[in-house]
Each structure stands twice: as structure tokens, then as C-alpha cells.
């Protein structure tokens, strides 16, 4: 009954959550990223076929895992902020990812009192081909040959650790993105649904997607 | 002493630990739906309105226009729903004239969910936005909290439970528009029977591209009262009147004052 | 510039029946009687060089360093109002700073000048404020190469090979057309540079000055903007007095023939 507290980690009320398993891979061509298309509130599946992979600009895509509402609106300021940039470089250059994640950084980071957001941020751009960046929820930032998070990452890190090779060709990347997102929807309660990946090459954007009967084996 | 008084906060604080939370607005617990079909699309809604247990009102309208070919069903607050709608639909008419353009319904989206987001999920609107525009037909929904979903239908409020399992069994792919509003329709049905929240009828909007919008109040009114089986109005002179006593409570009394003639009182003007 | 403003002069964002704003042109005025500044594009960088005129002997020698360094890879050298310039650079730190904070990588030498140039336009607009007495010449090097700018009181802002500006800059001018920019380098710049100034100097003969280079490229300065090391330097000015003396001789000596026949 005395002094007050407050406990500042569980979602808001009735807040619609990404309980996730989201990945993303740098492989020869470029960088693919992965997720599951669960969402839920509570218990209840809100949605079952849910697009986390958003896009923010031609070739530069972020997973979103954490509060449904945060990091829509995170993604479509990092949108917005990414315009206003690409509109001042020549006509013919296009945004480097990094700048895309260094934007998500800044607005995770200042805003992290009032933010639920697990991001990865990836992309293909000419200078740098495919970079991946993980930014996890105090709104640090760090670069990585692949990054995996949400609720159902934690069950495949070692699984990725002993598996990961770097300069993987395309099927293969494709692979390992499909066996251990397979994998963490097994195992986590609020992952699942399809698998979505988008490819992000030198060619541009291709998604894919992969049906429970597809990825369970 | 000027200024906040925070001195009960913490015996609501403890209150609440104890159970005793505090009063809750008004809210709907409603049953909406939406649903794409060749062509166009459409939302339904049931129409009672509850103030806790009680049914606040039998035969209100949850389907609000945002546009002329924009419509939304609404579940959660109701006072919330009504005015976040009211205001976007306001908003969006501006931008549409302001932009010379037709409204489109991811403008209408994004306005809404930018305007729940910076509300923090205080504005409990839930909302189902469908509608037809230069772009095609669209159908989306939007949590108070300002995260949107895309689908080929949706379902929404306390009743969207029941609604989903008639939505997850019947729905098939480019579907007529007939089967669709059946389908809607039926899914507010099973809200309505399943769902204490939900009730009375089924008001639907079909929007269609290259049509106008169709609003249909009250499709179907499967809860209309019967007839009462007799009459329980009393017959004149049941009640014997024993005493009769009429007395005026009110003098009224009448004075009329007169000033000289008319032409020598009238005003003086200044030259 | 003859005609005399009749009352259109007085203020900033009134203009005259002829279309012009004087007080820009005034601005202009404040330049032309400024030390020089001129600035260089080469193939593997810039070099910027001004003309510091000393006015007491008080001064400590190479002290009051008038070219200034906006960030780590962009530098300016500018003529006029030296407090408006300093102004100007204080602004283009606050812009190249706010690039990076947002974007964590340094700004483009033409992303930078789009916002000065805005900034400096802003004052030609309202009647509260004058527009910046100086001249700025902005060089630096990004990602896409070695860039070189002239940005003027009235906002105008232009890429170049080579810019002058100040009181010699017609002399400096039409030496720096001379060049062939596409090879030449910068270590070879900074000796025409010092030539150039030298010779701009000419006309302001009466009164000492001392040279002041910076420069800035990827092979010899890493992509710094940072002066030019004292001996490179020296160097320069040796080679441009002995220039320099030549001329005079060429002056001195009435008989062309007998000097070409000295040079081959």
C-alpha cells in the first residue's frame, strides 16, 4: 500500500501483440528476410495471416516483433523520415540500409519509456549488398551476418548459432530460414501461422510464402 | 490549498488491488464484420448498445460513414467510436476537396490510426474500415491502439469470436455479392445469439466499385417483440375514486395601465 | 550597379520598379572590398586559399585562421563581413551536426549547400534582417568526389572548378580559367593557389599580407578538411615570390624579346 509502482513491461490493456519468431539473413546475392504471421491479443489470434515484413523503402525491409500499434507507427515514421532523405540524394542513388536502421535506432531509442519494439532492420543496397540490423528493445543497434528475435527466436539461437554459414546461396538461405522459423513456431505458442520471407536483391524485391503442410516436416 | 489533489491515489491504488476498480465508460459489446467480394465489399454490425448489464439500447447504428463510399463498423466505446469517426469523416472530407480528389480508404486509415496511436488506447475505438475508392475495394481494421490488419474479412468487438467461426467456415474466395452480405449477415447472427454483448438486429453496407454505397437498416430484425398474448392495460373506472377536490393554485389578476394619449407622450427625439 | 536606389535601398524584401533588391547589391558592395578567397577543384580533392590582409603589426603572425572547417570533410574560405561569415559557419555546423544526429553519417557537400543556401536566402526576404556581407566559397569531399561551391548574399549558390571572390577576384579569375582542373592535383594546386593569390594581391600592394591554404582530399588528407603543412606551404609562398619577382623583372624590362630569350 505504500509508494507507488508501477510495472512498466506488460503490454497496455487489451494491446494487440507480436508474439514472434522473426528472422533476417545476409546471404550471397543480397538479404532475406523471414517471419511467422501470428498476432494476438490475450489468447485470441487476431489475425492469422499477418504481413510483419514491412516495407520501408525499395530494397530496404524491416521484421516488426513487440506492440502491434508501436511499431506499425515506428515503421511508417522510419517511411516517412527515409522519403524526406531519398529526396534530397541525386536522382539516381537510392537510400544505404544503414540509414534506415540508424533512423529506427534513433526514434526506438528516444522513445523507449513509451515503446514495445523488437526490430530487425534489413537491406539491399548497391554500395553495401545485403547488411542486416538487429534493434532490440532499450534501442541499440547492432550490425550482423543474420539476426533472429521475438518470443520464438530464444528457442532456435543455438540452432542457428551451429548452422548459420556465411555467403549461403539463395535455396539454401531459403532453407535455413524455413527450418528454423519451422522450428520456433513449434515451440512457441505465439508464433504461427504461414512463413513469409521477401528476398531483397540486386534484381529488387520477390516474396514468398510457405504454408503449415509446406514447413512441417 | 490551489493546485492537484493526489490524495487518493493510493486508496484507489489499493482499492483496486482489492477488487474494487474503477467505473468503466460506456461500452459496447458489439459484434462487426466485414467481408471482400468480387467487386466491392462489405460490413455488418449488430445493434445493441449495453451500459454494463444493461441493454442501453435496442436498435442503435454502428455502422458509421466516413465518406460516400467509405463506411466503418465500430465496436468498444461507444461515445469513442461516434466521435473519432465523426472527426475523420470531417478530416477526410477536407482533404478530399483539398486534394481535388475522391477520399481513399488508406487515407481514412491512416488518419485513424495516427490519431488512436497518439491517444495511447485511451480512445477505445475498434474499428472496421471498408470501403470503395479510385484504387478499388478495400477492407481493413484498426485497434484502439492504433495497429491496423489487412484481410479478405474481418471480424471485430466482443461477439467476434462467434462471428470468425462463421466467417473461418463459410468464407471461399471471389465470392458474389449476394453470398457475401449472407455471409456477414450470418456472422452477426451468430454474435447476436452467441454473444451476450450483442443483440437485436443486423445492419449491413455494401460498397461496390463504380456504385454507390447501399446502406441496409436493419437486413435482418430477427428479435422483433411479439405481440403481447393479451392486453395488460386497465379498463377506465377500475380504480374507484373515493374523493374528488379540485382547487386553483394560481390568482390570476389583471391590471392595465394607462399613460395620457398617445401623440403628446410620444418619445422625445434630440434634434 | 550605377543607378542610386531612390528610397528602394532601404530595405530587404522591398524591391525596385527594375526588379532588383538593392541591399543584395550592397551586400555584394561589402564583398568586393574583402580580402581575397579563392578555391580550387582538382581531380583528388579541393584546395581553398584566402588573402589575409594585415592591418597592424600587432597581429600574431598566422594566428586569426580565417578559413574554417563546417565538418571533418567540408571547409569554407569566404570575403566580407568576417563576423557574418563566422555566422555562417556556426549555421552550417548546426546543419551538418542535425544531419548527423538523425542520419549518423556525414552530409553531402550539395545536401549542405541546398540548406545554406535556403538559410541564406531567408535573409534577402524580410525587412528585420540584412543579408550576409560575404561571399563563401564552400569545398569538401564525400562519397561522390571533390565538390566545390559559391554561395552569394543573395542566396545563389553554384558548383565550380574554380571560385574567387573578394577584391582580386578578376585577376583571380582569369588565372584560374587557365587551369586544366581534370589533372590537376591538389598538391600541385596549393602552389597555383599561392600563385593566384599572390598575383590578386597586386593591386592591394600597399598593404602586407599573409597566405592562409587548406585543403582537402582523400589520398593526401585521409577526406580532412586541414591546413596545409607548414613546409608545403612554404614552399608555395617561395616559388609564388619568385614568380612574383620574375614579373617585375618582365615589368622592369621593356624588351620582350630579350625575356623570351631568357625563358628558353
Given amino acids: ?217 | 490549498m490551489p493546485g492537484l489533489s493526489f490524495d487518493n491515489y493510493q486508496r484507489n491504488h489499493f482499492l483496486t488491488t482489492r477488487g474494487y476498480g474503477q467505473p468503466t465508460a460506456t461500452s459496447t459489446g458489439t459484434t462487426i464484420v466485414g467481408c471482400k467480394f468480387k467487386g466491392g465489399v462489405v460490413i455488418a454490425a449488430d445493434t445493441r448498445a449495453t451500459a454494463g448489464p444493461i441493454v442501453a439500447d435496442k436498435n442503435c447504428e454502428k455502422l458509421h460513414r466516413l465518406a460516400p463510399k467509405i463506411w466503418c463498423a465500430g465496436a468498444g466505446t461507444a461515445a469513442d467510436t461516434e466521435m473519432v469517426t465523426q472527426l475523420i469523416a470531417s478530416n477526410l472530407e477536407l482533404h478530399s476537396l483539398h486534394q481535388n480528389s475522391q477520399p481513399r480508404v488508406i487515407t481514412a486509415l491512416t488518419m485513424l490510426k495516427q490519431h488512436l496511436f497518439k491517444y495511447q488506447g485511451h480512445l477505445g475505438a475498434y474499428l472496421i474500415v471498408a470501403g470503395v475508392d479510385p484504387t478499388g475495394a478495400h477492407l481493413l481494421s484498426v485497434q484502439a491502439h492504433g495497429s491496423t490488419d489487412i484481410g479478405q474479412y474481418q471480424s471485430l468487438g466482443s461477439g467476434s469470436l462467434a462471428a470468425m467461426a462463421v466467417l473461418e467456415s463459410h468464407w471461399v474466395p471471389d465470392m458474389s455479392k449476394e453470398d457475401a452480405m449472407k455471409l456477414c449477415a450470418d456472422a452477426i447472427e451468430s454474435g447476436i445469439w452467441n454473444d451476450l454483448g450483442s443483440g437485436s438486429n443486423v445492419d449491413l453496407c455494401v460498397m461496390e466499385v463504380g456504385k454507390d454505397a447501399e446502406l441496409y437498416r436493419n437486413h435482418l430484425t430477427p428479435n422483433v417483440r411479439s405481440e403481447k398474448a393479451r392486453s395488460y392495460k386497465f379498463a377506465r373506472g377500475t380504480t374507484a375514486v373515493l374523493r374528488e377536490s379540485i382547487r386553483d393554485i394560481l390568482d390570476v389578476e389583471e391590471t392595465v395601465i394607462t399613460f395620457g394619449s398617445a401623440s403628446v407622450d410620444a418619445m422625445e427625439v434630440d434634434a | 550597379m550605377t543607378s542610386i536606389g531612390t528610397g528602394y535601398d532601404l530595405s530587404n524584401s522591398v524591391f525596385s520598379p527594375d526588379g532588383r533588391n538593392f541591399q543584395v547589391e550592397y551586400a555584394m558592395k561589402a564583398v568586393e572590398n574583402g580580402g581575397t578567397s579563392i578555391g580550387l577543384k582538382c581531380k583528388d580533392g579541393i584546395v581553398l586559399a584566402v588573402e589575409k590582409i594585415i592591418n597592424s603589426k600587432l597581429l600574431v603572425a598566422g594566428s586569426n585562421k580565417r578559413i574554417q572547417t563546417i565538418d571533418r570533410h567540408i571547409g569554407v574560405a569566404y570575403s566580407g563581413l568576417l563576423p557574418d561569415g563566422r555566422h555562417f559557419v556556426n549555421r552550417g555546423r548546426d546543419e551538418a551536426q542535425s544531419f548527423k544526429s538523425l542520419y549518423k553519417s556525414a552530409v553531402s557537400v550539395p545536401h549542405l549547400m541546398d540548406r545554406l543556401g535556403i538559410y541564406v536566402q531567408n535573409y534577402t526576404c524580410y525587412n528585420s534582417v540584412r543579408p550576409f556581407g560575404i561571399v563563401a566559397i564552400v569545398g569538401g569531399v564525400d562519397e561522390n568526389g571533390p565538390h566545390l561551391y559559391m554561395i552569394e548574399p543573395s542566396g545563389t549558390c553554384w558548383g565550380y572548378t574554380g571560385a574567387a571572390t573578394g577584391k582580386g577576384r578578376q585577376t583571380a579569375k582569369s588565372e584560374l580559367e587557365k587551369l586544366n582542373f581534370e589533372e590537376l592535383t591538389v598538391r600541385e594546386a596549393i602552389k597555383v593557389a599561392a600563385k593566384i593569390i599572390d598575383q590578386a594581391h597586386e593591386d592591394n600592394k600597399d598593404k602586407d599580407y599573409e597566405l592562409e591554404v587548406t585543403w582537402c582530399s582523400l589520398e593526401e588528407t585521409g577526406g580532412k578538411h586541414v591546413h596545409v603543412p607548414e613546409d608545403l606551404l612554404q614552399e608555395a609562398i617561395k616559388l609564388a615570390k619568385e614568380d612574383d619577382d620574375d614579373d617585375d623583372d618582365e615589368e622592369e624590362d621593356d624588351d620582350e624579346e630579350e625575356d623570351q630569350e631568357m625563358e628558353t
Avoid at chain 1, 163 to 181: G, Q, S, W, Y
Wanted: glycine share 8%; net charge negative.
Fill in chain 1, 1 to 217: 500500500m505504500n509508494g507507488i509502482s508501477v510495472d512498466i513491461n506488460h503490454l497496455k490493456k487489451g494491446e494487440v501483440n507480436l508474439g514472434t519468431s522473426i528472422m533476417a539473413v545476409k546471404f550471397k546475392d543480397g538479404v532475406i528476410l523471414g517471419a511467422d504471421s501470428r498476432t494476438t491479443t490475450g489468447s485470441y489470434i487476431a489475425n492469422r495471416v499477418t504481413d510483419k515484413l514491412t516495407q520501408i523503402h525499395d530494397t530496404i525491409y524491416c521484421c516488426r516483433s513487440g506492440s502491434a500499434a508501436d511499431t506499425q507507427a515506428v515503421a511508417d515514421m522510419v517511411k516517412y523520415y527515409l522519403q524526406m532523405y531519398a529526396s534530397q540524394l541525386p536522382f539516381d542513388e537510392k537510400p544505404q540500409t544503414k540509414i534506415a536502421a540508424n533512423i529506427f535506432q534513433e526514434i526506438c531509442y528516444n522513445n523507449k519509456d513509451n515503446l514495445t519494439a523488437g526490430i530487425i532492420c534489413a537491406g539491399y543496397d548497391k554500395v553495401n549488398k545485403g547488411t542486416v540490423y538487429s534493434i532490440p528493445i532499450g534501442g541499440s543497434i547492432h550490425q550482423q551476418e543474420y539476426a533472429i528475435a521475438g518470443s520464438g527466436s530464444t528457442f532456435v539461437y543455438g540452432w542457428c548459432n551451429e548452422n548459420f554459414k556465411p555467403e549461403m546461396e539463395r535455396e539454401e538461405c531459403v532453407d535455413f530460414i524455413k527450418t528454423a522459423l519451422a522450428e520456433a513456431i513449434k515451440w512457441d505458442g505465439s508464433s504461427g501461422g504461414v512463413i513469409r520471407m521477401v528476398v531483397l536483391t540486386e534484381a529488387g524485391v520477390e516474396r514468398l510464402v510457405y504454408y503449415p503442410e509446406d514447413y512441417q516436416k
